[in-house]
């Protein structure tokens, strides 16, 4: 099974096991590792030699990856963070606290480094710090993390960062796949071994549709017993290399292969199959591999893969004297100007070939692929030239700050400004926002808002419900002017509502653009 999680770590599924104190022990750990999936070292409150004894045991029974979880309140927490270096760990996940004082070492021993958060705080400071990934944890899980619910929190942090989210706690329901889609996954896969996973399928299917649904298929009989439900219902099984042809012989299915060929040349071949769409399993997730370089080899092949390609050669840019365009970063969902910086052809093949805006420093004389050590990555969304062709528009997802003075934008020096209506619907809905969010922080004498936020929040929702109603009763008015009037006051006070909740409007868009 290809994943993000599979590939970031080398391992075959994307299971990890909890660091359960003196529960995750080598012969626990060795055991899941074996099985495909991430075994971890449950360091609790134990002495840095036991964890050492583990980590040797562990060694001695399997050579996959494993990982150790250091509990940060830990006496010896400074002795073991110093073993997991010594002994080339590969993962480490930590609780109970902030690891950051660990980070820069652990990296550079090339560590995966994992925390457990219980909030979207600590996961962006761990996604500045450096970490490969988060767990979001909610109460469920041991109940000592914090008070929100996995559901509740997972979706906050797949908002909050870029970097993979892992969710733990309580995953069990068709309601908690419909809430996981909604944090943004693309697919769910169903494990058809599972008879409650089979009367599932065609209700979450119907929900959200056939092309979200992935079937997990170990053997044939898996398949021909559910046949006809499976090409209703989904778009594509995930089969050991062992069955793929079988299935197509019978179905026109896309199949995605799991297969534990580690070759390159062999990989290739599955690849070349008609049936075969995808693949995953140990060449892909292991990280000596760079995809990079294998989508390059399969393009070579003739064999399909996703890449960035531009619609236009290099060569027929109009280069600047030193040789460069300038290029023009935007935020995607806003269209805020983040910053100007410049591209020659090295930086603009390598920003195809990564995804992430990477740029030609004049000051440096070296390529630069923005975030590589501050962590303010910069996605790419898309790419345009202008009439000219000697000037790039790029659309990024940003992640902090765009400017290198912790600003969100490098554009924030005022010159000069003439007063104008902006009527832009987006800047209006925040203009309207942030007032009302100073008249909560600053109060202000006889301020109708501040009214409101007095009397609290059952005043709040009572307004909010009596402009529902005002709205029903203008729509049935022929004149649009009075609808008009009453959509202005039920927004206000609906505003006053998600600012009472603390909910912005950039999570409403986002939340709305994912259904």
Known sequence: MKTVITELLGIEYPVIQGGMAWVGTAELAAAVSEAGGLGIIGAGGAPASWVEEQIHKVKEKTDKPFGVNLMLLNPEADAIAELLVKEEVKVVT???????????????????????????????????????AVIAEGTESGGHIGETTTMALVPQVVDAVQIPVIA?????????????????????????????????????????????????????????????????????VLALDTVENEIAQISQISIVLHTDESSQEKVLELLGETAVSGLCGAYVSSLENDLHTLKETCEKAGIPVNTYKSNIAWSDFKLNSDGMVPVIVQDYRT??????????????????KLGKMTYWSRSRNELWTKGLTSGHVQYVKSLTIDCDNDTILAKVDQVGAACHTGNRTCFFKPLMKKEYDDTNPLHVFQNVYDVITDRKANPKEGSYTNYLFDKGIDKILKKVG?????????????????????????????????????VSWEEITRELAKR
């Open 94 to 132: 930590t609780g109970a606290g902030n690891p950051e004082k660990y980070m820069e070492e652990w990296k550079k021993a090339g560590v995966r480094v994992i925390p457990v958060v219980a909030s979207t705080a600590l996961a962006k400071r761990m996604e500045k710090a450096g970490a490969d």
């Open 168 to 236: 733990a706690g309580n995953i069990k329901r068709m309601e908690d796949v419909k809430k996981l889609i909604y944090a943004g996954c693309a697919k769910v896969v169903l494990n058809f071994s599972k008879k409650s996973n089979i009367e599932l399928l065609e209700e979450v299917s119907r929900r959200f549709g056939k092309e979200r649904m992935m079937i997990s298929i170990s053997d044939l009989k898996e398949f021909t017993e559910n046949q006809e439900l499976i090409e209703t219902y989904a778009d594509s």
């Open 335 to 352: 269209d805020e100007v983040l910053m100007l910086a410049y591209m020659n052809e090295l930086a603009f093949d390598t920003t195809l």
């Open 466 to 502: 009596e402009e529902c109603t005002e709205i029903v009763i203008a729509a049935k008015n022929p004149d649009k002017e009075e609808i008009k009037y009453e959509i202005s006051d039920f927004l206000y006070h609906m505003m006053v509502l998600m600012v009472e909740k603390g």
